[in-house]
Every structure is written in C-alpha cells, then in structure tokens.
C-alpha cells in the first residue's frame, strides 16, 4: 500500500513538472519576443487550467472514495477544484459514502470467491446464524448481517434463548424491523415447536 501512494505521488509529481517544465521552455524560448510569449502562454494556461479542472471533476466524481481519502495537500495542491465549494465538498462526501456501502455489499456478496469451499454457516455464531437465516427468508441473500450481531453481542445477548422473550419492538432496536419480524416468527415457531416436544414427551411419561 505504501509503495503504490509513493507510485501515485511521483505519478503526479511528473505530470506537474511536465506542465511547470513546458511553461519554462514556452519562457525560454520566446523571451524577450513578449507578444508572442503573452499569446503562447495564455494559450498554455488555459489548456493547463481546463485540463487540471476536467481531471480533478472526473476523479472527483468517478472515484468519489478515493478522493475523499487523498492527502489534504494533493487535494488542495494537485486536484483543487473539487474542494473550493462547501456544496462540491458535501456532494464528494455523500460518494464516497454510497461507494463505500457499495464495496462494502460487493465484498459479502462474492466473499466466497476467494475459498468457496468454506462453510459460511459454520463461521456464524448461533445468533448470526439466525440473523442470516432470517435474512436470507426475506430475500436479503447478499445482506451482511454482521452489524446486526455485533449491536446485540454489545448487550451480551450470545445465544438465541435470550432472545425469545423479546417482542419486535425489542428486536427492531437492533436491526431493520421487517427481519425483526421475521426473527421473532422463527423464534416463536422454535418455541412452539419445544413446548410441543414437551408434551409429547409428558404423555409418553405418563403412559409408561
């Protein structure tokens, strides 16, 4: 990561002296010919400024989170225009963001790229289990829930029977309330399926 920032930086550093070495030569050369030099270098400003705007635009708005995170001496140095408006500067802010949550999504969607023959399931602790399973049930297959289980393991809530007494309204302080609804319909239905297992087994008791 270091090398590739060093990599970045000369990257820039050439192309700034390029353009600072090509006002000198356009100096040297016409000097002391002032008519011509004023034309030549107005003609090179304009086509430096334009260009430096157009590239600091495009990376500012292709690349929103990359820029977000540049040095404040690049921005400012190299790529300023996006940073002279409070509205560009909260138009970048809002990107980078968005693209954030994007790379975030993308990540868990193809986290089994890289070793598919790992068991994501197995690596879930028995609330993220549930979480996933609730979530996968309203088709939010791609949907990392481990936000969701860090919020409840932050109350020390580590096993699933320590979430069957809550209502929805409980469980909706933790994650979205439409899986909340459907993590209490599991809950209920696991419930529902012990307090039967029970009787059954009374019955057998008492038969015997």
């Known amino acids: 990561m270091c090398m590739l920032i060093i990599c970045h930086t000369l990257l820039n550093g050439i192309i700034m002296l390029t353009i600072l070495g090509v006002g ?10 002032w008519p011509e030099l004023v034309i030549a270098m107005a003609f090179f400003l304009i086509i430096a400024v334009c260009g430096v705007y157009q ?8 690349l929103p989170l990359e820029y977000y995170h540049f040095p404040l001496w690049f921005k400012w140095g190299i790529l300023p225009f996006p940073m002279l408006t409070k509205k560009s500067r909260d138009k970048i802010r809002a990107g980078a963001h968005q693209r954030a949550k994007e790379l975030k999504a993308r990540a868990f969607k193809e986290r089994t790229v890289l070793d598919p023959s790992v068991s994501l399931k197995d690596s879930f602790s028995p609330i993220g289990r549930l979480l996933r399973a609730a979530a996968d049930n309203i088709g ?5 829930i481990s936000q969701y289980e860090a919020r409840l393991e932050k109350d020390w809530y580590t096993k699933t029977e320590e979430l069957k007494s809550m209502t929805v309204d409980i469980l909706a302080r933790y994650m979205p309330r439409r ?12 419930l529902k399926q012990e307090q039967e297992g029970c009787v059954v087994i009374q019955l057998m008791l008492t038969k015997t």
């Open 24 to 33: 000198v030569g356009i100096l040297t050369k016409l000097a002391p010919n």
């Open 55 to 62: 590239s600091s635009v495009l990376i500012a708005t292709q």
């Open 140 to 144: 939010k297959k791609d949907h990392d």
């Open 179 to 190: 899986m909340a609804d459907e993590v209490h319909r599991t809950l209920a239905l696991e």
